[in-house]
């Protein structure tokens, strides 16, 4: 079962970046394909990014160009570099398994002020 702490997110003006992180444990990390999620409130989850155990990345419509997925096998850790930031990223923002995701953790907040 995943267990993932998700790190990083605050208050940023439009235009601005962040960069989220996530340590995951109860898997064999390196061998999982992770994603970011968020939930922007009202609505319901969705994926951000996703990057595979060999590091291919994908991305929502909705961030190419301006969100960078990566991981850190030795550190169990994935990242999520955002730039460019809108208002419409505001959102609580998850890791986790992709596809397939497991128990979810607690997120991290992220609100962009316009």
């Known amino acids: 079962q995943v267990h993932t702490v998700e790190s990083g997110g605050g208050l940023v003006q439009a235009g601005g970046s962040l960069r989220l992180s996530c340590v995951a444990s109860?898997?064999?990390?390196?061998?999982?394909?992770m994603g970011w999620y968020r939930q922007a409130p009202g609505k319901q989850r969705e994926l951000v990014a996703a990057?595979?155990?060999?590091?291919?990345?994908t991305y929502a419509d909705s961030v190419k160009g301006r969100f960078t997925i990566s991981r850190d096998n030795a550190k169990n850790t994935v990242y999520l570099q955002m730039n460019s930031l809108k208002p419409e990223d505001t959102g609580v923002y998850y890791c986790?398994?992709?596809?397939?995701?497991?128990?979810w953790g607690q997120g991290t907040q992220v609100t962009v002020s316009s």
């Open positions: 109860g898997i064999i990390f390196r061998l999982n394909a």
């Open positions: 986790n398994r992709f596809p397939g995701p497991g128990a």
């Open positions: 990057i595979t155990s060999g590091g291919t990345t």
